[in-house]
Nanobody
Framework: QVRLVESGGGLVQAGGSLKLSCAAS????????MGWFRQAPGKEREFVAA????????YYTDSVKGRFTISRNNAKISLYLEMNSLNPEDTAVYFC?????????????????WGQGTQVTVSS
């Protein structure tokens, strides 16, 4: 049983920063590509960022490039999303997700494991 648990969400003013964490357990983390997705109220879930198991490949949706950084620590079995210059459009529930393969994907349907989500609210 794979378990992903997010933390680090909260309320922040526009222009502020937050760092999300995702703790993984239950299967070899180092062999899994990982990603962050988000879902705003009334909107579909969208891809935010992804990272390969080797850490070599990272991908971002255009709206967060230059502001968000995805990283992972395989020794600590953790995934992170550092978010800077936040704006109200970033308000959403953020989900950590994992694949059974080391290759990155931006398609949520290709992820096998999901966390319960953590709320990020950015006030104007």
């Amino acid at each position: 049983q794979v378990r992903l648990v997010e933390s680090g969400g909260g309320l922040v003013q526009a222009g502020g920063s937050l760092k999300l964490s995702c703790a993984a357990s239950g299967r070899p983390f180092s062999g899994s590509a990982m990603g962050w997705f988000r879902q705003a109220p009334g909107k579909e879930r969208e891809f935010v960022a992804a990272i390969s198991c080797s850490v070599i490949d990272t991908y971002y949706t255009d709206s967060v490039k230059g502001r968000f950084t995805i990283s992972r620590n395989n020794a600590k079995i953790s995934l992170y999303l550092e978010m800077n210059s936040l704006n109200p459009e970033d308000t959403a529930v953020y989900f950590c997700a994992g694949r059974q393969v080391p290759v990155v994907s931006m398609n949520g349907y290709e992820y096998n494991y999901w966390g319960q989500g953590t709320q990020v609210t950015v006030s104007s």
